[in-house]
T-cell receptor, first 109, second 117 residues
């Protein structure tokens, strides 16, 4: 089993839709979690950290489920500009971040 | 957020030459810097972790003599691709982290696109 797994997609949704991605991790000792966004041929940019209590930033909500070892990202009211690849990052006890392969989102008019 | 710069942003070189890529944290001191490589439509692959003042830790399968990493200061790390070959053509991205705990965020440089002819 890979350390961090994501459904590569693509998720193809209309503007205004709500879409959710999951990311599973295998190391139960993992301590911190992040979602990054990567546009084509660009570097990843931090979207949000994921806390145990979950967190929300505008249209984006991130949740952590330690029991089932996954994190989720929910995007409400999708915009065309949300089209990108969303990367899940898990930091284990060794402080080395592990990236998922990313989930591709395409928002169409 | 914190700013990380990379230089050059792109480079084209002949096979057999060496290429040096610089990664700088502009407004914070980076205890740890990471070097990644990304091939088209692939995920980021961690190549090595570098801590200021110590030798880099390379991931399995990454040749340390081919990819030389130097982290001489808290704001600068360099990656040198020695005797580059066409298969080394890729997008190289560095990231920098200020603290030493796992909750510390890493910030990415804009990447360097290397093409070896």
């Amino acid at each position: 089993r890979k350390e961090v797994e994501q459904d590569p997609g693509p998720f193809n949704v209309p503007e205004g839709a709500t879409v959710a991605f999951n990311c599973t991790y295998s190391n139960s000792a993992s301590q911190s979690f992040f979602w990054y966004r990567q546009d084509c041929r660009k570097e990843p940019k931090l979207l949000m950290s994921v806390y145990s209590s979950g967190n929300e930033d505008g249209r984006f909500t991130a949740q952590l489920n330690r029991a089932s070892q996954y994190i989720s990202l929910l995007i409400r009211d999708s915009k065309l500009s949300d089209s990108a690849t969303y990367l899940c990052v898990v930091n284990g006890g060794s402080y080395i971040p592990t990236f998922g392969r990313g989930t591709s989102l395409i928002v169409h008019p | 957020g914190a700013v990380v710069s990379q230089h050059p942003s792109w480079v084209i070189c002949k096979s057999g030459t060496s290429v040096k890529i610089e990664c700088r944290s502009l407004d914070f001191q980076a205890t740890t810097m990471f070097w990644y490589r990304q091939f088209p439509k692939q995920s980021l692959m961690l190549m090595a972790t570098s801590n200021e003042g110590s030798k880099a830790t390379y991931e399995q399968g990454v040749e340390k003599d081919k990819f030389l990493i130097n982290h001489a200061s808290l704001t600068l790390s360099t990656l040198t691709v020695t005797s580059a070959h066409p298969e080394d053509s890729s997008f190289y991205i560095c990231s920098a982290r200020e603290g030493t705990t796992t909750t510390d965020t890493q910030y990415f440089g804009p990447g360097t696109r290397l093409t070896v002819l």
